[in-house]
């Protein structure tokens, strides 16, 4: 039987909105789902007036709030009876404790660890590791949330300086104004200059980013990109759908 998959989204909509769909695009090219009944049973808690996470890791107004609202958006996750649940957010993982308190024992996937399997995985088909690029929002970073679990794993990375993360922001918060060409523009030579730096992995630590390098995008060569929304919505169907051991990718 299928699981009943629990996602917190909202943050922002474009994100949330764009994972729900991967989802079923994956679960037709994964399971050649060809009728309603062969999606997975999804349960969206989009909520966008949780308080700007960027700001309260790096300013630390609103932390409380931002930790509130996650455990209250798990608890009514919990209500609906979901298998497990997944957070649409790289930079909100900082407040990860909050959903696990407030989903009470319903398994929790996260999206950061999904992203590191993969990234060890292709280093073990590789059988060579390099450094890992990380673009992601300002509280990602500064909140340290893939830079500590890389760091657990061995992996060495590397972040943009202070004034490119600031240009990266202005990107993401581009895409959130739905302003796509002016991210475009943005964001391109933040990337130019992390692959000149010698970097040939990528984490795209943000669920903003997917959306900038989409379609026409020109990406640099000989670069491996881990998109943090997208494998995320590929273990999630798998899991969901039996193909793979909720267990095994916790």
Same mark, same amino acid.
């Given at each position: ?82 298998? =497990?649940?997944? @957070? ?9 404790? %909050? +959903? *696990?308190? $407030?989903?009470?024992?319903? /398994? ?78 943005? =964001?391109?030579? @933040? ?9 040939? %992995? +990528? *984490?795209? $630590?943000?669920?903003?980013? /997917? ?40």
């Amino acid at each position: 039987m299928d699981k009943h998959v629990g996602i917190i989204g909202g943050m922002g909509p474009d994100a949330g909105v764009e994972f729900f769909s991967l989802l079923i695009r994956k679960t037709r090219e994964m399971t050649a789902a060809s009728t309603d009944q062969d999606h997975i049973h999804v349960t969206l808690e989009s909520n966008p007036k949780v308080a700007n996470r960027n700001v309260a890791i790096c300013e630390g107004e609103g932390v409380k709030e931002c930790g509130d609202a996650m455990e209250a958006a798990a608890r009514r996750l919990k209500l609906v009876e979901c298998d =497990f649940a997944v @957070l649409v957010c790289n930079t909100a993982h900082y407040f990860q404790p %909050s +959903v *696990i308190k $407030g989903l009470s024992g319903t /398994p929790f996937l996260s999206m950061i660890d999904v992203c590191l399997n993969n990234i060890e995985a292709h280093f073990a088909e590789m059988k060579s590791r390099s450094t890992v690029g990380i673009l992601g929002g300002k509280g990602c970073m500064v909140g340290r949330v893939y830079q500590g679990a890389l760091e657990k794993r061995g992996i060495e990375y590397f972040v943009l300086d202070e004034a490119r993360q600031d240009k990266a922001m202005e990107a993401i918060y581009c895409v959130k104004q739905g302003k796509i060409g002016e991210a475009r523009t943005t =964001f391109k030579p @933040l990337l130019d200059y992390m692959v000149s730096q010698g970097v040939k %992995s +990528v *984490i795209l $630590g943000c669920t903003e980013i /997917p959306i900038i390098i989409k379609e026409d995008f020109e990406l640099p060569e000989g670069v491996k990109f881990f998109d943090s929304c997208d494998l995320l919505a590929d273990t999630v169907v798998r899991v969901a759908k039996g193909l793979e051991n909720l267990e095994d990718v916790l």
